[in-house]
Structure formats: C-alpha cells, structure tokens
C-alpha cells in the first residue's frame, strides 16, 4: 500500500506546529518513518524539536538526503481565514491551512516517495531525512543542530534536496540551485537631546540616522552577475519613540538587511557600511553604534550531477523545464551547502505565510512523482 501524500498533508496541518512547538508534527512523521523500516533519531536542542531518520547502510557510498521543516509561522488573524488554520480543509482542488504550501506538504511529498521507494525497490544505499522545527525562527537549533550531530556520529549525506516551495507561477517552473545571503545590521544613533528651539546646543540622532540610511538606500551594492540578481539593501525599522513635538530626542534606532550575491561576504559587506556609518558619525558629531547578524552567506551549486538529476526528473514528470534560480530568501540549504551538494525544489509558494495559505492537492501528487523519479535515477 503507497503512502498518500494528500493525506499525510493534511494530517501534518492539524499539528499546530507554530514555530517553537513541536505541535505533533515530528511525533506522527517519527512514528511513519519507523513503520517503514527507517532508523530515527530525535536531535533536540535549545527547545527545538529535530528528527533524524535513514534506511540502508550508514556510511553508505551513496546516500541521498531530502531536508525539510515542519515548524509554520502563526497564523495573524484566524478569522480572517476562510477555514480552520489548522484544519487541513480541502475544498475543490485546494487545500487549506498554514503550512500547507511552507512547506508540510513537501514534507509529505518527500516521505511518502522515499518510503515506497524503499518498498518497491529497496536501493543499493541510503535515504536519511532531516527534518527541523526552527525553519521559521532563528534556525539556530535546527537544521544547524542535526547536521552537528551527523558530524559527531558520522552520518553523511552524498547529495541532498530541500523541498522548500520554489516554483513562481506553475508546477516545475523553477528549481533553486543557490541562494542570496542575508545581512542584518540594527543601528542605534546617539546625540544630545535638548529643546528643539536652541539647535546648537542639541546633537540630532534622527537626522544623522535619516542621513546615514538614506546614503545606504541611494547606493547600489552592485549590478549582480551571471549566477545573482543585484543585492538588496532595505530598511525595515526607523524608530525613535518621542511623543512631544519641542524636543530633540537623545537615540534613534533603524534596522535593514540586505540580501546578498557572492560579489560579497556578510564580513566584507559589514566592513563596508562600517566605513559609511563612520563618515557620517564625523560628519554629524552624533555616535552610530551599528550590530550586524549574518543570517547565511550566498552559494550555488554549480551545474553538474544532482542539478541535471532534478531537472530531468521535474520536467518528466511535470513538463515544465525548470529555470534554475538563486533568488528569493534564505532557507537552510545555507547551512547543508556545508555538508553535500544541495538543491531545492517544491510546490509553487505564492501562498506561503498568507491569510488562507493553500495549496493545489494535485501538484503534492505531482511532486511525489518528482520525488520518486528523483531517488529511481539516483540510485539507477
């Protein structure tokens, strides 16, 4: 009996696995995978919940690795949705419900291949699955914590796909072979607060701020390349918290974060913006103290094996060619680029993180019969 992974799908939805909860999502796949003669492991750490789980031979020649999250973000307003967050309604050809498309429905769609893979044709290797539930949150504890806990105990994966959403439009349009890295830097401007009537005794926080991140905004970080779009810088706080009008305020703090190509490393983007924010603490007299957080550096896999394997598998099975792409956001490919060669490839994500988030019940089929070409061709 194949394992359906519509059903599976909407069995994982109703885990109210809301980023850090477990909600019962790790529980229900622990328990399918141990049925189908998977070895599994929980790899907790820092009140995250992390499943380990592989059939064959460990330390096998060749060893394939799906990666995938079962965490969701909160769902905002739930009456605003047209059904139950957490019901796993399907209505028509939709399926409802938050992590349906990011991304319990590429969880589903992974497992139920690789467990009939291994029951029709058990392979000459290994499948391990990696499953997180820090995805949506810091991921410091999650897809980090299970592949520091593979390097103690000697697990390795080979190749590994992460099937995050990455089509735009329809089913097969795009596959992602890298990704941009992500910067945060979080500025806090300190001057001299006085009465707004006797500037000369005042030293103005907001506007050495405003100055400083206007500069950041004007200038392009470069023109991208043959592998990247151009970075991107964004503000996306600017606060200072005065209420009265007559008073030059004494702080000021505004965060952006830039997503970046491999023109630059969070190290040498950081250095740079050190520089700018120097010159505009000399040129004001105000102090900028500014804290950077690099969330992943970029990378991408360069054309070979495992990006020829999933794209003939996608376009065999979906008839569309997949582009391959480093856009769109982080994921935790950043952190198993470390381990193996590593793509993604899922569902179109257009509804992720939305008000009545939903995907298509006929592309989670779809994309178990991507899965399964996928680990035929593997192990062919």
């Known amino acids: 009996m ?4 519509v059903a599976l799908t909407v069995d994982l939805v109703r885990c109210p696995s809301v980023t850090p909860d477990e909600g019962g999502a790790l529980v229900l ?16 750490r820092g009140g995250i919940s992390n499943l380990f789980a592989r059939w064959g031979r460990k330390g096998a020649n060749r060893t394939f690795g799906f990666n995938g999250h079962t965490d969701v973000v909160p769902v905002g307003d739930a009456d605003a949705w047209t059904y139950d967050p957490f019901g796993g309604i399907i209505d028509g050809d939709w399926l409802y419900g938050r992590g349906a498309t990011d991304m319990k429905s590429g969880v589903a769609a992974f497992a139920a291949a690789a467990i009939d893979f291994v029951k029709e044709t058990p392979p000459e290797g290994s499948i391990i699955l990696t499953l997180t539930g820090d ?31 990455t089509c735009p439009e329809v089913m097969g349009d795009m596959m992602k072979v890298g990704r941009r890295g992500s910067l945060t830097l979080r500025f806090v401007a300190r001057g001299v607060q006085g009465h707004v009537a006797y500037p000369h005794r005042t030293k103005n926080p907001v506007a050495a701020l405003a ?4 500069r950041l905004e004007e200038t392009p970080l470069d023109e991208g390349n043959a592998q990247f779009d151009a970075s991107s810088l964004a503000t996306v706080t600017f606060d200072v918290g005065n209420p009265a009008t007559n008073v030059v305020p004494a702080e000021a703090r505004a965060t952006v974060n830039i997503r970046f190509n491999d023109i630059h490393t969070g190290e040498s983007l950081t250095a740079r913006i050190a520089a700018v924010t120097a010159e505009i603490e000399e040129a004001t007299g105000v102090s ?17 094996e495992l990006t020829e394997l999933v794209a003939k598998a996608v376009q065999a099975e979906t008839g569309v060619a997949p582009a391959p792409s480093t856009s769109g956001g982080t994921s935790d490919a950043r952190f198993v680029k470390n381990h193996c060669p590593v793509v993604e490839f ?3 994500g257009h509804r992720m993180h939305a008000v009545d988030e939903r995907v298509r019940v006929s592309d989670i089929t779809k994309l178990k019969s991507v899965y399964g070409r996928i680990l035929r061709d593997y192990f062919a």
Do not use: K, Y
């Open 288 to 304: 900028i103290a500014m804290t950077p957080t690099i969330g992943g550096e970029s990378f991408a896999t360069p054309p070979g």
């Open 135 to 165: 995805e949506e949150a810091s991921a410091e504890h999650g897809t980090v914590a299970i592949l520091d806990w593979m390097a103690t105990t000697g697990e390795r994966m080979t190749d590994c796909l992460v099937g995050e959403p």
């Open 346 to 348: 899922g569902l179109v």
């Open 2 to 5: 194949t394992i359906d992974p």
């Open 29 to 44: 796949m622990q328990q399918l995978l141990s049925d189908a003669g998977f070895e599994c492991t929980r790899v907790d």
């Open 211 to 214: 100055r400083l991140i206007a």
